[in-house]
Nanobody
């Protein structure tokens, strides 16, 4: 099994920035492929925020482009999410996800980290 542990959440004022990290650990023989970030606000469905392939190719929904940047360190099995120009509507629990290299879907999820943006 693989465990994902997010860190970096917290309270930030609107217009501010926040950086999240997610480290994968556990069964080291399981090679991690794509990694990504999702978020879920109260009463809303989980929403895709960003993803990055093992090779470093990134993807974002249009709503996130220009405000978030995803990156990863394969040696550390860690993925990062830099968020800028935060808005109150960005308030949510942010989840890290990881896929095995042979998988086209995310196999592992973190517990989530709360991000709260105050107005």
């Amino acid at each position: 099994q693989v465990q994902l542990v997010e860190s970096g959440g917290g309270l930030v004022q609107a217009g501010g920035s926040l950086s999240l990290s997610c480290a994968a650990s556990g069964s080291i023989f399981i090679s991690i492929g794509a990694m990504g970030w999702y978020r879920q606000a109260p009463g809303r469905q989980r929403e895709w925020v960003a993803s990055v392939t093992r090779g470093g190719n990134t993807n974002y929904p249009d709503s996130m482009k220009g405000r978030v940047t995803i990156s990863r360190d394969n040696a550390k099995n860690t993925v990062y999410l830099q968020m800028n120009s935060l808005k109150p509507e960005d308030t949510a629990v942010y989840y890290c996800a990881a896929a095995r290299r042979d998988s086209t879907t995310y196999n592992y999820w973190g517990q989530g980290t709360q991000v709260t943006v105050s107005s």
